[in-house]
């Protein structure tokens, strides 16, 4: 069974309020970080896809960067999205933060290599909607968190499965992982872990409640219609274009930050 890119969430109880209402200055020196680091991953990435090509799997020099990139990008993430409340510290490795990623870096199939671009677009749609989605209602989570001091049991999971997937799809398209992103909509019970082993974290296993089940349904649906809105959503002068027919992109408030993980960068 091939190994799916696994994320670990140490949430805390409550969250400091000065740094959720702060949070998106804050988060400024991070992103410039994360860009100057994306740009880097992205020269790993087109060397990685050529030595993989021939080698069969990522040299070890590609596999390492790519793997501390994204766990970068994802405790990022996890702070941008309200999962905790600790600043995500300016390094690599991080191994005692409350946000972790753990990558199985393997063998890789060369036709899916070779493809991955074109693979991984069904997977980088859904993304996109769910993440647009869910920056429609990031507003009205920040709020609840600012007011409660703590991040709602049903928010906390349906933004987890959020930065969960992103991260699947961006190791799949850097070739970190073999594994195809899936499990959007939570893990299932003796299905897709065993009951017996415990949770490693609250995140591992990701069971949802009805709650963030719904959330998610939700982030689908907003994202869907930003999808159709950018669109245009008419025929053009010389009724050649269709509704919907062009490529659409979803627009996202200014005042929410994109997850680093929604841009999904091609090689």
């Known amino acids: 069974m091939e190994f799916l890119p696994v994320l670990d969430v140490f949430p805390p109880e409550r969250q400091r309020r000065w740094t959720v209402l702060l949070r998106l200055l804050l988060l400024i020196p991070q992103f410039f970080t994360l860009w100057v680091l994306g740009v880097v991953a992205a020269l790993a990435v087109i060397l990685g896809w050529f030595a993989a090509l021939v080698l069969g799997r990522l040299p070890v020099f590609a596999a390492g960067y790519l793997t501390s990139y994204l766990g970068y990008a994802v405790r990022v993430g996890g702070y941008a999205m309200l999962l905790v409340d600790r600043y995500p510290p300016f390094a690599l490795d991080a191994p005692d933060y409350p946000v972790r990623a753990e990558f199985q870096p393997g063998p890789l199939n060369r036709w899916a290599v070779f493809f991955r671009v074109i693979l991984v677009i069904p997977a980088a749609i859904v993304q996109a909607v769910v993440y647009g989605g869910w920056a429609v209602c990031a507003f009205f989570f920040w709020v609840i968190v600012l007011v409660l001091g703590r991040t709602p049991v049903p928010i906390f999971q349906a933004s987890a499965s959020v930065l969960r997937y992103g ?85 996202t408030p200014a005042s929410v930050p994109p997850s680093p993980l929604v841009s999904v960068r091609t090689p």
Do not use: C, H
């Not at 992982?177 to 490693?200: M, T, V």
């Open 167 to 251: 991260l699947r799809v961006q190791a799949y398209l850097y070739m970190v992982s073999s594994a195809y992103p899936k499990r959007l909509l939570g893990d299932r019970p003796n299905r897709d872990y065993d009951p017996a082993w415990g949770a490693a974290s609250a995140t591992r296993p990701l069971v949802l409640v009805s709650a963030a089940q719904w959330l998610l349904v939700l982030f689908i649906f907003f994202g869907v219609a930003g999808e159709v809105i950018s669109s245009g959503g008419d025929w053009s002068d010389n009724g050649t274009t269709m509704y919907g027919a062009r490529p659409a992109s979803v627009s």
